[in-house]
């Protein structure tokens, strides 16, 4: 099977099966090596259609809508969250916000309570962040 060819096989199982599959998991089914499987992996991703992740890979789409559904669920309740946890962060304190749905609250709350340290492993925490930051100047 030609690279391009796998490559595109390799989208459809992961559009079919909307899930994680691994390097190894592909590289069998396709009987090419791991090290081929992960060129192929590289360049989807440089393409836009997927994101690695630790020895595998996924469809973009299915971790953007997976984790839009998750911040949606229960949206006014993790708003509420979010308000609440604001109000204990004071001007100069340093604080880590994981990439849950819920700690994604925190993020549009912030941005009136002064100079923060905010760590973060969530890009969507972090656009959130800079939109809050922006709309009040405390950059």
Do not use: C, W
């Amino acid at each position: 099977m030609d690279p391009e060819h796998r490559r595109q096989q390799i989208l459809a199982q992961l559009r079919a099966l909307q899930m994680e599959l691994s390097v190894e998991e592909l590289a069998k089914k396709f009987q090419v090596s791991a090290l081929t499987i992960r060129r192929d992996l590289e360049q989807l991703e440089a393409a836009g259609a997927i994101l690695r992740t630790h020895g595998g890979s996924v469809l973009r789409s299915t971790v953007e809508s997976v984790y839009h559904r998750r911040v949606a669920l229960n949206f006014e309740l993790k708003q509420a969250i979010g308000r609440a946890a604001a109000k204990e962060v004071k001007s100069g304190d340093a604080i880590l916000i994981n990439d849950g749905s819920t700690p994604f609250h925190l993020a549009p709350h912030l941005g009136n309570v002064g100079k923060i340290y905010v760590y973060t492993n969530s890009l969507a925490v972090i656009s959130e962040l800079s939109a809050s930051f922006h709309k009040y100047d405390n950059v």
